[in-house]
C-alpha cells in the first residue's frame, strides 16, 4: 500500500500565511541576526554612516533570504510510503519504505525525515538525509512489531528542512495516513473428525457432496427439451411415465465459530491474556474450516456475525481475521443472544471458545447444542487463568451431559493439540493441564 506522492505543506493556504508561517521557523541564530541587523540599520540611520547600514541590511536579509527558499523548497519534495505487507499476524514485522523526492530545479539542504507511528510499534523512526539533487530521490525503510493485534495508523510523514546556514528550519507533514492490520495468530490445526461430526455436515462435500457435476439420483417428471439421455428407466418404470435425473448444485456445509466476547468472562492484558488466546483460537479454527471448504459464519456473544464467507473467495479469510483484528469485549454479561441467532440459522457445527462460565451461562451454552449437528468448546478455566476457587467442573459436566465436546483451557494450552484431542476418540480430559 503506497501513499500518493504529494508535496509537502497544508494545501489551501495562502501565500502570505505560509511566509508568516515560514518565518515562525528562524531559529536561535536567524532570529539573532535578523535583530542584529535591524539594530544596526537603526543605528547606521541615526549615525548617517553607510557602510554600517550596508552591514546591517546584510545581517537582517539573509535570514530573510533563507526563510523565503526554504518556503519554496518545501512545496518541491514528494514522498510515498509503502507498507510490505500491509496486513500481518501478530509479534510479526512489517517492512515500512520511504521515498523522498526532489522535483524542483534547486538542490535540498540537509532533511530530517521522521515517520509517526503508534508507540506501541516500537520509537518513531528518524532519518538525516543529505543534498538531494534536483530531480533526485531517497528511500530508506525500517521495520515495525506489533505484539497486540489491531489497526495501526502511520503517519503522517514528517519532514524538517533547514538551510545550510542553519538560520532557518521548517517541519511540514503529509494529511493522508497509511493503516497497519495487525491480525491474531492463526495456528496450522490437524484435519481431524471432530467428535462425533456427522459425514457430509463436517467434512464439507465429502460424502455425496463429492458427486459434485454428477447427477442427483432424485429423479423428476420429463419436461420438454430434457436430454433423453437423462432418463431414468428404473424411476419411469415405477412411476408409469418418463422420468428424468434431476441435476442439483451440492450443498456446501456450514460452520459457526461463536466467540465469547463477555468482559466479566476474562481477566488480565496483553498478548499472553486468556481472551487473547480465545480470539487466536477463533481465527485459526475460522480459516482451517474455510480451507475444508467450510461456510463459516463469526459469531459473538452480542449476537453480531459476518455471515456467509466461503472458501471458494480468496478474500473470505482476510475478511474474517479483519473483524478479529479490532474485536473487544463486549458489555453483555450473558450469551442469549447468541443462543437466539444460533436458533435463527442453520445448523452446522458450531466451534465455540468460551470464556468462564457460571452455572446459568453453562445452561444457556448447553441449549445451543440442539441447533448445530456437532459442538465442540474450548473453556477457559479460572481456577487457572484468575486462581478462582470455583473449578469449571460443573459448567464442563453440563456441556458434556447435552451433547457437547468441551474441552478446558489452560494458559499456554496448544489449540492444534486441543483440536486433535476434541477429534480422537475416548474421553476428554476433566480439568486443563
Known sequence: MSLPRAPYGAPGHGASGGVRAALGGLTTRGRSFLAAGVAAAG????????DLLRVGLLLAVLPLVCVLVLHRTRHRV???RALSPARVSAAQEARVQLCVDNVSRLPTGVLLLQDRVPYVLGPRPRFVLDRIEPGGRREVSYRVRAEL????????????????FGMCELTRGFGTHDTLTVVPRVEPLPPVRLGGE?????DGRLRSLALAGEDDVLPR???HGDDLRRVHWRSTARHGELMVR???QPQRAHATVLLDTRGTAYAGVGPDAAFEWAVSGAASAAVHLLERGFSVRLLTDSGSAVPGATGDSADAAGVLLDVLAVVDHSESTGLEAAYDALRAGTAGLLVAFFGELDEQQAEVAARMRHHSSTAV???LDPAVWTGATVAPDRSLRLLRDAGWTALPVAPGASLPGLWHMAGSPGPVPERAS
Not at 547606521?44 to 553607510?50: C, H, I
Not at 493485534?149 to 545550510?164: A, E, I, K, T
Open 221 to 223: 417428471g420429463y419436461r
Open 246 to 248: 434431476r441435476e442439483e
Open 78 to 80: 514528494a514522498g510515498s
Open 43 to 50: 543605528c547606521a540611520y541615526v549615525l548617517g554612516q553607510a
Open 149 to 164: 493485534r489491531g489497526r495501526y495508523p502511520m503517519g503522517p510523514l514528517q519532514l524538517r528542512l533547514s538551510d545550510p
Open 377 to 379: 468448546a474450548f473453556v
Open 198 to 202: 456427522a459425514t457430509g455436515h463436517g
